[in-house]
T-cell receptor, first 115, second 116 residues
């Protein structure tokens, strides 16, 4: 069964460092997303990406965050200068259609720990 | 603004008991979608169901059933004859149906523990 894959599964970094989280969405999907889950809390939307541009972003997704689809398969989330409060599980997701009409497939998550 | 409330933060039952997880939502949209996801201890998010606002028919899938009541803005999830493998955090989520708006708003989750 096709799946969304994420790397790394866990990354530990020092505050102020840049981090790139990588995702390979399902190959025929057109919509890509990043969500975040701080430990023990709810899952929060960060950003959606369609047709090579951001289609929507939340207030969490400030100038420290950026997304990119550098080639036909990868979808990355970059945090330029990490803060302690960026420690969370980051989920990549993809869907064939807009989320209301198509199932959203999540990856297994990348746990980011900022020290 | 959209909001999803899962008032039960933790539920603990003994195996084979039935258990219902509550979900109440708020939205101004007339067309929207509701979801349930399961997050097992391994951490991934597993899709369980999607329901659109025009379809109030209850759904059953094996031991799982969902009760959508638009009048009370609720989308409750029942597990019948629970099993230890059902232990997980369950999230209810809401999405509007406006084209181009593609975000899910999640509830806080309910941690379900099934004891043997």
């Amino acid at each position: 069964e096709p799946e969304v894959t994420q790397t790394p599964s866990h990354q530990v970094t020092q505050m102020g460092q840049e981090v790139i989280l990588r995702c390979v969405p399902i190959s025929n999907h057109l919509y890509f997303y990043w969500y975040r889950q701080i430990l023990g809390q709810k899952v929060e939307f960060l950003v959606s990406f369609y047709n090579n541009e951001i289609s929507e972003k939340s207030e969490i997704f400030d100038d420290q965050f950026s997304v990119e689809r550098p080639d036909g398969s990868n979808f990355t989330l970059k945090i330029r200068s990490t803060k302690l409060e960026d420690s969370a599980m980051y989920f990549c997701a993809s869907s064939e259609l807009a989320v209301g009409t198509g199932e959203l497939f999540f990856g297994e998550g990348s746990r980011l720990t900022v020290l | 603004a959209q909001k999803v409330t899962q008032a039960q933060t933790e539920i603990s039952v003994v195996e084979k008991e039935d258990v219902t997880l509550d979900c109440v939502y708020e939205t101004r949209d007339t067309t929207y979608y509701l979801f349930w996801y399961k997050q097992p201890p391994s951490g991934e998010l597993v899709f369980l169901i999607r329901r659109n606002s025009f379809d109030e028919q209850n759904e059953i899938s094996g031991r799982y059933s969902w009760n959508f009541q638009k009048s009370t803005s609720s989308f409750n999830f029942t597990i019948t004859a629970s099993q230890v493998v059902d232990s997980a955090v369950y999230f209810c989520a809401l999405s509007d149906a406006i084209q181009g708006a593609q975000k899910l708003v999640f509830g806080q989750g309910t941690r379900l523990t099934i004891n043997p």
